[in-house]
C-alpha cells in the first residue's frame, strides 16, 4: 500500500468519525431539549396491515408531550386531531419510513379522535385512533 493511500484512508476515516459525532451530538442535544417532555410514538399503517398503533393514547390535562408519528408502512399518511386543532391549519403528510413531530399541551379534557388524512387505502376512512386526555 503507498503511503499516499494510507493517509485517503485515514483522511476517510476521519471524515466519517465526525460526522457520526455531529449525527449523535444532534440526537443526543434534542433529547436534553426534550428532557421534560414525554414521548409517545404512534405507528401509521394502513387498517389492514394494523392501523394506527396504539389505537389509543392517554394525556393528562396541562402535561406536554411529544408525540412521534412513525409511517412504518409503505404508503404517506396524514395526521390529525381535528377537534384540537392539530393538522388543521398545517397539514401533517408522513411518507413511507417517515416520523413526524409533534409538541402538544393538552388543554382541555375530554376524547377525541386521531385520522389518518391521506388516502392510503380502501380502508383508509376507518384509520381511526383516540386520544383521552384527563384532569391533572
Ligand atoms: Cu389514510
Known amino acids: 500500500m503507498q503511503k499516499k ?18 449525527i449523535a451530538g444532534t440526537f443526543l442535544y434534542e433529547d436534553m431539549l426534550n428532557n421534560e417532555r414525554k414521548t409517545i410514538v404512534i405507528l401509521a399503517l394502513a387498517l389492514e396491515f394494523g392501523n394506527w398503533s396504539p389505537p389509543e393514547i392517554k394525556l393528562v390535562e396541562g402535561e406536554p408531550v411529544r408525540l412521534k408519528i412513525r409511517n412504518t408502512d ?6 390529525a386531531v381535528p377537534e384540537l386543532g392539530i393538522g388543521i391549519d398545517e397539514p401533517v403528510e408522513i411518507k413511507a ?12 379534557k375530554g376524547t377525541f ?10 380502508q383508509h376512512p376507518k384509520m381511526v385512533g383516540r386520544i ?4 391533572k
Request: glycine share 8%; proline share 2%; net charge neutral.
Open 97 to 108: 419510513g417517515h416520523v413526524a413531530k409533534i409538541d402538544i399541551t393538552p388543554t382541555k
Open 132 to 135: 383521552i386526555i384527563s384532569e
Open 5 to 22: 493511500q494510507i493517509v485517503e484512508i485515514i483522511a476517510g476515516l476521519m471524515i466519517i468519525t465526525a460526522t457520526a459525532g455531529a
Open 74 to 79: 409503505t404508503v404517506t399518511h396524514g395526521f
Open 113 to 122: 379522535l386521531y385520522v389518518c388524512t391521506v388516502w392510503c387505502s380502501k
